[in-house]
């Protein structure tokens, strides 16, 4: 074998165990990929951040279930509003209190689960618009999570849990959207001066006649 041949092949050799001795050194694993939430702090939550929004004459149990871990949500195309003056349609949501914000960069942080047959209905919404009452929505249609009832972020999310996080950056009126540590949506904001995070399900164009979503291990965590 020449000897240019023998020098490319300890290159390469040289090349090869110095690459494994990076991941050996880490315990065999491939090298950390950046995480959401990384620059970020989680805020203080207790069980009065979580405000529960549901039909104005249904009493709690019959609409909302928390075990301690996973929180569970429904409600039906033909109950009341959360309020009697309201005209909005059918919602079991929890609205988070105490962390309204107007500037900064904020996120949510969830792990959601969808039954089959759930349809027409936002499971999480970023509330406060200058068009409009939100300025994001997430909405689930025939089994595929969509940006309001337009762009596909997420096709068969039906029976499995998924890992949510939703940055908004209020002064460059951004909200990116990851999927399971992946981003899925980068879209602009609509406006407003004052945003806060809601979850569960909330009737939509075409809804079904019964709408659920499960939650566990929500944060609300802040870029510094």
Not at 15 to 21: D, R, T
Not at 48 to 63: K, V, Y
Request: aromatic share 14%; glycine share 8%.
């Amino acid at each position: 074998m020449a000897p240019r041949a023998l020098s490319w092949i300890s290159v390469s050799l040289l090349v090869f165990l110095a690459s494994w001795s990076c991941i050996a050194a880490r315990g065999g694993r491939a090298p950390r990929t950046a995480d959401p939430t990384d620059g970020f702090t989680a805020v203080r939550l207790g069980e009065s951040n979580f405000a529960l929004q549901r039909p104005f004459d249904e009493a709690i149990g019959s609409r909302y279930s928390f075990d301690g871990t996973v929180r569970r949500l429904w409600v039906l195309s033909s109950d009341k509003p959360h309020v009697r003056q309201s005209r909005t349609k059918p919602r079991t949501e929890i609205r988070m209190t105490g962390y309204d914000y107007s500037s900064g960069v904020w996120q949510f942080e969830g792990y959601g689960y969808v039954p089959s047959g759930t349809t027409g209905v936002c499971i999480m919404q970023v509330f406060g618009a200058s068009d409009g009452a939100s300025t994001f929505m997430l909405r689930v249609y025939d089994g595929a999570l969509r940006y309001y009832a337009r762009q596909l972020v997420e096709d068969n999310i039906y029976n499995r849990w998924f890992r949510l996080n939703v940055v908004h950056d209020v002064k460059a009126s951004t909200l990116t959207v990851y999927i399971d540590g992946e981003q899925k949506l980068r879209v602009h904001g609509r406006g407003g001066h004052s945003y806060f995070f809601k979850f569960g399900v909330y009737a939509q164009n075409h809804d079904s006649s019964r709408m659920e979503s499960r939650w566990k291990h929500v944060r609300i965590l802040k870029k510094h």
